[in-house]
């Protein structure tokens, strides 16, 4: 008989993980499973369900070797109706545990199943905290009590002090919080540019790629050429890559956007974040002794250990502060599909066939590719919320419900009505030109602002204003957008209300 049954979900790939720290080596039994329910709730990218299975097979050995008893159900063992619980419920029945034992999910729809295994099992479940994160869910929702707004600075501040990172006893490094005013160069092309470190496929991962080809071949995105890491190894070496290559850089570029450049100076290490093989702590450490040591600027660590200790956990609060319910919010009413051409690249818009290019082919695209030119263009054309949140969800490899749903659906799409974000991050072609090249090579017209050769955005970016005046004209960041529109003719609005409409319908296929 198992004493405990200890469940290691395919994110959750550290051996610090709270379930393991609570198991005994001599007498417990990990067990872990690819089933078909997890790889196709969403359809998800090829190269997301690689990174998972070759990273969990990877891990279960790591446990192998450090003396852990682990039973590892491969897709071809599942089967076709593989879902955790029907996994649990076999595994029950083979080993009779006296408990299970699990670090909570980090997806809702998860814990939701979890929590029914006692009654429907008949053995105690014990659901642990996830303590890879800085801020618990309990400390978050008492950091929001009594407040009107849930500002990310303000809690960014609290991380700070709780972390020591960049921190002068009680002040920050320098007297100064924030960097972001610096951090918004645009970048040139440059050939010197750094690459995130690439790994090549060993035998474990050759085989889950040719499992993945014969499966999921009707799935989003290429599969190969496969290059991330998926062991701690290799996750820890890609940060040492990115300290000493790209970081530095970081600040001043975070907002930059180039045509075949698709990941700047930015890290790619969420997606070993996400998964447990890097401890986001350790990371910041990391960041933080480079700028100790004088290799970094201030502006490139404090831009990046905020993302980290501050967007990042706070998201995660928000999401389990929130959750059930806020999937469904929809503050604008949006109701269009997601357009066709977010599946395939194919448009004229060059920075969309930029950003949904290299998607596709990498399973990544950097903040403001998701934020101003993928979710820009859904806000302005009026997607809806839901089902952009899938599409999120389906095309990034760093993708989990946690961290994507706040994003998409609150940072990017104000479905919330402003909860997370103070204002709509909208914005006309003249933001994307001044942050890119992308324009030079487009077949629209970036400094036009209507007809049919105008940048589609410009029209949109007025028609969204004008449709929304009645939810957004009371907001004070919004004030000088309104102020400008009301300033314009009545011919230069009807004008770019007409050629927003007629790009609508077009996208429409009317
Ligand atoms: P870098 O630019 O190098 O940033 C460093 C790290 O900071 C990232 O690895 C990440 O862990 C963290 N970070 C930065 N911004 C955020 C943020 N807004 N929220 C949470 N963490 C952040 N991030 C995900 O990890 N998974 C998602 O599914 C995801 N979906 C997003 C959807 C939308 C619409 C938007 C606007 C943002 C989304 N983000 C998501 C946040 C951000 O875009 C990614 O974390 C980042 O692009 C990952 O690439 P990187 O590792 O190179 O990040
Ligand atoms: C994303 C994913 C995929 C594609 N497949 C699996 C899987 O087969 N087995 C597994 O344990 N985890 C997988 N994951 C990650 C889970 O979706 C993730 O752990 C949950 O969403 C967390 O709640
Ligand atoms: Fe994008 Fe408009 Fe620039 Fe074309 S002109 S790349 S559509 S912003």
Redesign the pocket.
């Given at each position: 008989m198992t004493r405990q049954l200890i469940l290691i979900f395919g994110d959750q790939l550290s051996q610090s993980i709270s379930s393991l720290r609570s198991a005994d080596k001599a007498r417990d039994t990990v067990l872990m499973c690819e089933v078909w329910d997890e790889a196709t709730y969403v359809r998800h990218h090829k190269k997301k369900i690689a990174l998972i299975f070759s990273a969990m097979r990877h891990f279960a050995d790591e446990l192998c070797s450090a003396g852990w008893s682990v039973e590892y159900r491969t897709l071809t063992d599942t089967g076709p109706n593989g879902s955790f619980s029907s996994e649990v419920g076999l595994a029950v029945a083979r080993r009779d545990p006296t408990r299970i034992v699990v670090t909570s999910p980090g997806e809702w729809r998860v814990l939701a199943d979890v929590r029914g295994w006692q009654a429907c099992f008949a053995v105690p479940v014990d659901i642990l905290d996830d303590d890879r994160f800085i801020c618990s869910t309990a400390e978050f929702g008492a950091w929001t009590h009594g407040r009107k707004q849930l500002r990310m600075e303000y809690f960014y501040r609290e991380m700070r002090r709780k972390t020591g990172l960049l921190m002068d006893g009680a002040q920050p490094v320098s007297g100064q919080w924030n960097f972001d005013h610096d951090n918004r160069r645009a970048a040139k092309p440059d050939l010197l540019m750094p690459r995130p470190k690439q790994f090549a496929p060993d035998t474990i991962t050759r085989d889950v790629l040719q499992l993945v080809q014969s499966r999921f071949h009707n799935h989003f995105g290429d599969l190969e050429p496969f290059w991330f890491g998926v062991t701690r190894a290799d996750a820890e070496n890609a940060l040492d890559h990115?300290v000493t290559t790209a970081l530095a850089q970081?600040g001043d570029f975070?907002d930059a956007m180039l045509e075949d450049a698709p990941?700047l100076y930015?890290?790619?290490?969420?997606?070993y974040?996400?998964i447990g093989l890097l401890d986001?702590l350790e990371v910041c450490r990391q960041v933080e002794a480079a700028y100790r040591a004088g290799r970094v600027p201030l502006n490139a660590a404090e831009g990046?250990i905020r993302?980290?200790i501050g967007?990042?956990e706070y998201?995660r609060g928000i999401y389990w502060l929130k959750m059930p319910g806020y999937v469904d919010q929809n503050f604008f009413e949006h109701g269009r599909t997601v357009p066709d051409f977010y599946w395939t690249g194919e448009t004229d818009m060059a920075c969309l066939r930029s950003a949904i290019g290299q998607t596709w082919r990498e399973a990544?695209?950097?903040?403001i590719q998701?934020?101003m030119v993928?979710?820009n263009f859904a806000l302005l054309a009026g997607v809806s919320p839901q089902a952009l949140h899938e599409w999120?969800?389906t095309v990034?490899a760093?993708?989990?419900e946690w961290?994507?749903l706040p994003?998409?659906l609150g940072?990017?799409q104000f479905g919330d009505g402003g909860l997370l974000a103070s204002k709509p991050y909208v914005a006309s072609g003249a933001y994307i030109n001044r942050m890119s090249n992308h324009c030079k090579g487009c077949r629209y017209d970036v400094g036009k602002p209507h007809g049919p050769d105008a940048c589609p955005f410009n029209p949109l970016y007025w028609s969204f204003l004008a449709r929304h005046r009645d939810k957004l004209a009371d907001n004070p960041r919004m004030a000088q957008m309104y102020r400008t529109w009301d300033k314009l003719t009545d011919e230069r609005r009807n004008n770019s209300l007409g050629s927003a409409e007629a790009f609508l319908a077009g996208l429409d296929g009317v």
């Amino acid at each position: 008989m198992t004493r405990q049954l200890i469940l290691i979900f395919g994110d959750q790939l550290s051996q610090s993980i709270s379930s393991l720290r609570s198991a005994d080596k001599a007498r417990d039994t990990v067990l872990m499973c690819e089933v078909w329910d997890e790889a196709t709730y969403v359809r998800h990218h090829k190269k997301k369900i690689a990174l998972i299975f070759s990273a969990m097979r990877h891990f279960a050995d790591e446990l192998c070797s450090a003396g852990w008893s682990v039973e590892y159900r491969t897709l071809t063992d599942t089967g076709p109706n593989g879902s955790f619980s029907s996994e649990v419920g076999l595994a029950v029945a083979r080993r009779d545990p006296t408990r299970i034992v699990v670090t909570s999910p980090g997806e809702w729809r998860v814990l939701a199943d979890v929590r029914g295994w006692q009654a429907c099992f008949a053995v105690p479940v014990d659901i642990l905290d996830d303590d890879r994160f800085i801020c618990s869910t309990a400390e978050f929702g008492a950091w929001t009590h009594g407040r009107k707004q849930l500002r990310m600075e303000y809690f960014y501040r609290e991380m700070r002090r709780k972390t020591g990172l960049l921190m002068d006893g009680a002040q920050p490094v320098s007297g100064q919080w924030n960097f972001d005013h610096d951090n918004r160069r645009a970048a040139k092309p440059d050939l010197l540019m750094p690459r995130p470190k690439q790994f090549a496929p060993d035998t474990i991962t050759r085989d889950v790629l040719q499992l993945v080809q014969s499966r999921f071949h009707n799935h989003f995105g290429d599969l190969e050429p496969f290059w991330f890491g998926v062991t701690r190894a290799d996750a820890e070496n890609a940060l040492d890559h990115f300290v000493t290559t790209a970081l530095a850089q970081f600040g001043d570029f975070q907002d930059a956007m180039l045509e075949d450049a698709p990941f700047l100076y930015h890290s790619v290490l969420s997606i070993y974040m996400n998964i447990g093989l890097l401890d986001p702590l350790e990371v910041c450490r990391q960041v933080e002794a480079a700028y100790r040591a004088g290799r970094v600027p201030l502006n490139a660590a404090e831009g990046y250990i905020r993302q980290i200790i501050g967007w990042r956990e706070y998201v995660r609060g928000i999401y389990w502060l929130k959750m059930p319910g806020y999937v469904d919010q929809n503050f604008f009413e949006h109701g269009r599909t997601v357009p066709d051409f977010y599946w395939t690249g194919e448009t004229d818009m060059a920075c969309l066939r930029s950003a949904i290019g290299q998607t596709w082919r990498e399973a990544y695209a950097h903040h403001i590719q998701r934020l101003m030119v993928t979710g820009n263009f859904a806000l302005l054309a009026g997607v809806s919320p839901q089902a952009l949140h899938e599409w999120y969800l389906t095309v990034y490899a760093d993708a989990f419900e946690w961290v994507e749903l706040p994003n998409t659906l609150g940072m990017s799409q104000f479905g919330d009505g402003g909860l997370l974000a103070s204002k709509p991050y909208v914005a006309s072609g003249a933001y994307i030109n001044r942050m890119s090249n992308h324009c030079k090579g487009c077949r629209y017209d970036v400094g036009k602002p209507h007809g049919p050769d105008a940048c589609p955005f410009n029209p949109l970016y007025w028609s969204f204003l004008a449709r929304h005046r009645d939810k957004l004209a009371d907001n004070p960041r919004m004030a000088q957008m309104y102020r400008t529109w009301d300033k314009l003719t009545d011919e230069r609005r009807n004008n770019s209300l007409g050629s927003a409409e007629a790009f609508l319908a077009g996208l429409d296929g009317v």
